[in-house]
Nanobody
Framework: QVQLVESGGGLVRAGGSLRLSCAAS????????MGWFRQAPGKEREFVAT????????YYIDSVKGRFTISRDNAKNTVYLQMNSLKPEDTAVYYC????????????????????WGQGTQITVSS
């Protein structure tokens, strides 16, 4: 089992920045690719960003490219999501997730590739 705990959510004005953290425990963190997803009210959970076990491969959804940065610190068992130039449409509950990597390279946007999920943290961007 892997336990994931997100932090860093909150209320921010459009154009502002936030950094989310996701602390992992329970298994060897460096064995897992890590992802961030979000779910807005009334919408399905969607992929935001993901990073490979070593950090050498990263993917983003087009709408956050150039604004969000995913990173990880395997020594601290933590993955981060730096969010800049936030927009009201970024408002959602943000979840981190862990994947053992099976199917990750080709299906990293798919929820089923990720075995473990955090409880989520709310991001609200006001206009």
């Amino acid at each position: 089992q892997v336990q994931l705990v997100e932090s860093g959510g909150g209320l921010v004005r459009a154009g502002g920045s936030l950094r989310l953290s996701c602390a992992a425990s329970g298994r060897t963190f460096s064995n897992y690719a890590m992802g961030w997803f979000r779910q807005a009210p009334g919408k399905e959970r969607e992929f935001v960003a993901t990073i490979s076990q070593s950090g050498s491969t990263i993917y983003y959804i087009d709408s956050v490219k150039g604004r969000f940065t995913i990173s990880r610190d395997n020594a601290k068992n933590t993955v981060y999501l730096q969010m800049n130039s936030l927009k009201p449409e970024d408002t959602a509950v943000y979840y981190c997730a862990a994947s053992l990597g099976v199917g990750w390279y080709t299906h990293h946007e798919t929820l089923l590739v990720y075995s473990y999920w955090g409880q989520g943290t709310q991001i609200t961007v006001s206009s």
